[in-house]
């Protein structure tokens, strides 16, 4: 077993959120490494970038089920719900 310190995992929660929002691990440890890294500051961020990603997964999934109706319901593939889809 291995004890963790706060700093520990914060620093691990941090290199996962980023990771989430499709930072590399080079840039990740690069950035939490700075003198100048704020915490605070850079969880705030954080939590408006993964909002806005929620938004976007939201609009695909809807997007998605719109796309699967119209095929139910016509027989064929509306192809301008399949691009709104994969925006």
């Known amino acids: 077993y ?17 990771r989430i929002l499709g930072f590399p691990l080079k840039e990740i440890g690069v950035l939490l490494d700075r003198p100048d890294f704020d915490l605070v500051a850079s969880l705030r961020i954080q939590g408006c970038a993964l909002a806005e990603r929620a938004a976007e997964l939201e609009r695909a999934r809807v997007a998605i089920g719109d796309l699967l109706a119209r095929r139910v319901e016509t027989g064929a593939w ?6 709104r889809a994969s925006k």
Do not use: F, K
């Open 2 to 18: 291995r004890r963790y310190a706060d700093e520990d995992l914060l620093r691990l929660q941090q290199v996962l959120t980023l």
């Open 78 to 83: 509306d192809w301008d719900l399949a691009i």
